[in-house]
């Protein structure tokens, strides 16, 4: 009898052990399963954002080329107007007329042909002009469509491991939000491939203030540039310094 029990009990062991392996065994397919579509996803996501940034590049390369555009960036503080950049491009000239909230004004013209470039500031009372020539314009233009950020298609496919890539409207646009590691955010219109909106950093405030995200708002309009909107600076009444 004592014999019969321990082969019964030994059975049940053997019973009980093969159930748990497949037990075991199923919980390990089930994780499987899960971490190869977690995968998928990813890679799937990944595949995704590259086209999207990878067409986006291609994009602003073909309107880097034009010769007559005119470009305006709104940078806000909070929700308020904080600078205005307007930039006019038309063959070799560049212009650009900036404004800010407090009332300084700065003009930067730049012949590429001549390599002449003019940047005069208006401080209140103060009028300065710096003409100098070099071979490129003293302060950046945003007249100049970069390419996407001028980057490779390699490194497109590096950011589009670090990217979330969503579908939201602004400005009436439909557009696609960039969102890169959660520290920068740009909406590209889907239509055109160019920025339309773009975060970049912060507004550093005081102590009794907090923090505002600072974000630039673009326009464009292409083929409406004339001579005027590029000629040379009127420097009369400003005290010039060249090189």
Same mark, same amino acid.
């Given at each position: 009898?004592?014999?019969?029990?321990?082969?019964?009990?030994?059975?049940?062991?053997?019973?009980?052990?093969?159930?748990?392996?497949?037990?075991?065994?199923?919980?390990?397919?089930?994780?499987?399963?899960?971490?190869?579509?977690?995968?998928?996803?990813?890679?799937?996501?990944?595949?995704? /954002? +590259?086209?999207?940034?990878?067409?986006?590049?291609?994009?602003?390369?073909? &309107?880097?080329? !034009? *010769?007559? @555009? #005119?470009?305006?960036?709104?940078?806000?503080?909070?929700?308020?107007?904080?600078?205005?950049?307007?930039?006019?491009?038309?063959?070799?000239?560049?212009?650009?007329?900036?404004?800010?909230?407090?009332?300084?004004?700065?003009?930067?013209?730049?012949?590429?042909?001549?390599?002449?470039?003019?940047?005069?500031?208006?401080?209140?009372?103060?009028?300065?002009?710096?003409?100098?020539?070099?071979?490129?314009?003293?302060?950046?233009?945003?007249?100049?469509?970069?390419?996407?950020?001028?980057?490779?298609?390699?490194? /497109? +496919?590096?950011?589009?491991?670090?990217?979330?890539?969503?579908?939201?409207? &602004?400005?009436? !646009? *439909?557009? @696609? #939000?960039?969102?890169?590691?959660?520290?920068?955010?740009?909406?590209?219109?889907?239509?055109?491939?160019?920025?339309?909106?773009?975060?970049?950093?912060?507004?550093?405030?005081?102590?009794?203030?907090?923090?505002?995200?600072?974000?630039?708002?673009?326009?464009?309009?292409?083929?409406?540039?004339?001579?005027?909107?590029?000629?040379?600076?009127?420097?009369?009444?400003?005290?010039?310094?060249?090189?």
């Amino acid at each position: 009898m004592e014999e019969e029990k321990e082969v019964k009990v030994e059975e049940t062991k053997k019973v009980n052990t093969k159930k748990q392996e497949k037990k075991g065994h199923h919980v390990l397919r089930i994780i499987g399963m899960i971490l190869f579509i977690v995968v998928a996803i990813y890679v799937g996501n990944v595949i995704r /954002n +590259f086209y999207i940034l990878n067409t986006h590049m291609v994009a602003t390369n073909e &309107y880097s080329t !034009k *010769d007559n @555009y #005119k470009e305006t960036r709104i940078t806000y503080k909070g929700n308020e107007p904080y600078v205005t950049m307007i930039g006019y491009k038309k063959g070799n000239k560049t212009l650009v007329n900036v404004e800010a909230k407090q009332k300084h004004t700065t003009i930067a013209y730049y012949d590429k042909q001549t390599q002449e470039s003019i940047v005069k500031f208006s401080v209140d009372e103060n009028k300065v002009a710096l003409v100098k020539q070099s071979e490129w314009p003293p302060v950046p233009s945003i007249a100049e469509i970069k390419p996407f950020w001028g980057l490779s298609a390699w490194q /497109n +496919f590096l950011m589009s491991l670090r990217s979330i890539i969503t579908s939201e409207k &602004y400005d009436g !646009k *439909d557009c @696609y #939000k960039i969102n890169i590691c959660g520290y920068e955010e740009i909406w590209v219109d889907k239509e055109t491939g160019l920025v339309v909106r773009q975060s970049s950093g912060y507004f550093v405030g005081d102590e009794t203030t907090t923090n505002e995200r600072c974000y630039h708002d673009y326009t464009y309009e292409f083929g409406t540039v004339t001579d005027k909107d590029v000629a040379k600076p009127d420097l009369t009444g400003y005290k010039i310094q060249r090189d």
